[in-house]
């Protein structure tokens, strides 16, 4: 197989760019690559990072909309004729309480984590093919190393992530196609801004980003970071069932919630 493209010859397009990892990964990589555009819904937060980089294109998009991503894939097409890299970033966290079980919250999360990915992929692959050596990057998270609490839904949505991207690279290296999977730990942004449980080992997305790039640069199959809170969260996600689930099942808030309830119930 050829060497990677070097990045400052790559056209990247990212998606989930208007804050968090993403708008971190787009101050880092726009010095070092050819030309970047970058996705999400929120075109007002889009412009003041483009305006940053001379190299940087908004490319509005909402990864739940097919059409909105296959309109960027043209514009990148008629521009530059070919797609090197494509950093399928955007993502949503919500968290389950099983006490009041709502199906549309999955519905939202996986739609947007499982769906927005594979759309990303649908309008990007093309593109890709006409590279000389395409890329593809998804993001997961390292909460699909083991069955947390409250993570039903966007555990799973990850977990699908992780499985999509690795039965993909299965099929893609035939095509000179790579593809790698990104696995965070916890990284300050808006996402994990609004969680109100203890977030060990927290990162700037600043480092995030960094992590992402040398990873990129190095096609690692699986980037994941910081290596010490995923290497203890792989370990635990690899102990027998009964230790794991102990240990899950201290987490948890059920009592909490139930307590709560019951608190809620009898007041009114
Ligand atoms: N922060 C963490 O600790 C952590 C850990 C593990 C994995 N991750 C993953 O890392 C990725 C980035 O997360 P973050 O922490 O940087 O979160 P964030 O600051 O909330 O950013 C999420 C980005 O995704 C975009 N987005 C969400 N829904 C979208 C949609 N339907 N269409 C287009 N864009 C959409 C948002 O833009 P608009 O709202 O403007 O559309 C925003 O740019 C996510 O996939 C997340 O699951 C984060």
Known sequence: MSNPIPL?????????AS???G??????????CRAL???????????PLAARHDNVII???????EESLYKVAKIIDEKYGHLDTVIANAGTCEYVDVTDF????????LDTNVMGLVNTTAAALPLLRKSERGYLIGVGSSVSMLAMPRAQAYGASKA???????????DLTAMNIDVSLVSPGFVKTPLTDVNDFPMPMRISAEKAADAIIDGIEKRHWHI??????????????????????????SMSRTDEALKQRHAQESDS
Request: net charge positive.
């Open 59 to 65: 490319a509005t998009a909402d990864i739940t909309d």
């Open 19 to 21: 804050s968090g990892i």
């Open 8 to 16: 400052d010859d790559q056209v990247i397009w990212l998606t989930g």
């Open 160 to 170: 699908a992530v992780a499985h999509f991207l690795e039965s993909m690279k299965a």
């Open 224 to 249: 994941h970071f910081p290596k010490t809170f995923t290497r203890i969260l792989w370990f635990i996600g690899q102990l027998p069932a009964f230790l794991r689930h102990r240990i899950t099942a």
């Open 102 to 109: 709502d199906a549309a919250l999955f519905r939202r999360v």
């Open 23 to 32: 708008e971190a990964l787009t101050d880092a990589l726009a010095p070092r």
């Open 37 to 47: 555009f970058i996705s999400a819904r929120s075109e007002d937060k889009l412009k």
